[in-house]
């Protein structure tokens, strides 16, 4: 599997995991499915293509386990919850498939952290993330600010969302710059700084049975100009489309 396609099946799984268990007050038990994407990449020479995946999570009584890491409530209010969080962080730049980035090969890491949910209003929520990189690749920080409007389209729930990331010179280095011992003629060693990624997007389940559901989201990245200035980056955007089935027993 290309590194791009492992991207998108990734960003699927968490994508629709989370449209699944959103925090920790869906039912209680295991689901399972099939999340399938297909995503532009911001990155020189690698083409946009189409990857699939399976997915598993359980949902217990204030946790949750799967592909997208463990979430644990720590402080549950009436209008807000708080949660330890424990998450994979994948990379296109894995074995990535282009010519042009050749040498370049980052490895999987993991983070940990905290995400707050406030409830601001009945059908709108307001999320921040706080992560640390823990696997000693990078030791690098991201912060994310999210809102998210939830909506019923006659009997199709949704939601639409906007929010900002913020990256550590760390992270930012690791994800789109070039790593001194990676430089080459025509690709120099580049270090972002901090970075902020606006992005915006929508989701949306539409239930087929009581244990089977149809979902799908659509999500855009705006990178600004100190990643773009980056000699293995050649796109100043990135959207992404998923589409899959999930399975609730």
Do not use: C, K
């Not at 099939?34 to 009584?61: H, K």
């Not at 009997?155 to 001194?180: C, D, I, K, N």
């Not at 149809?214 to 992404?240: H, K, N, Y």
């Amino acid at each position: 599997m290309s590194a791009l396609v492992y991207r998108v099946a990734t960003v699927a799984v968490f994508t629709f995991v989370a449209v699944a268990a959103h925090a920790q007050d869906g039912p209680q038990g295991f689901s399972a499915g099939l999340a399938a994407g297909i995503s532009s990449s911001p990155y020189v020479g690698e083409d946009d293509e189409l990857g699939a995946v399976p997915f598993l999570s359980y949902q217990g009584n204030g946790f949750s386990v799967g592909t997208n890491g463990v979430f644990v409530t720590v402080l549950n209010q009436p209008n807000g919850q708080l949660e330890a969080v424990l998450t994979p962080r994948f990379t296109a730049l894995s074995d990535p498939d282009s010519s042009a980035l050749q040498g370049i090969d980052r490895d999987i890491t993991a983070d940990i952290g905290l995400r707050y949910t406030w409830s601001l209003a009945p059908q709108t929520e307001v999320r921040a993330t706080l992560l640390q990189e823990v696997t000693g690749e990078h030791d690098g920080q991201e912060a994310d600010l999210q809102i998210t409007q939830s909506l019923i389209a006659g009997r199709l729930p949704m939601q639409v969302f906007a929010g900002a990331t913020w990256r550590s010179e760390e992270l930012s280095e690791y994800m789109y710059g070039v790593l001194p011992g990676e430089a080459q003629a025509g690709r120099p060693a580049y270090a972002p700084g901090s970075t902020v990624v606006p992005y915006i997007g929508a989701s949306a389940a539409f239930p087929l049975s009581d244990s089977t559901s149809l979902f799908g989201a659509v999500r855009a990245e705006f990178l600004q100009d100190a990643i773009t200035d980056s000699p293995i980056i050649d796109d100043s955007a990135s959207v992404g489309v998923q589409l899959g089935l999930r399975f609730a027993f």
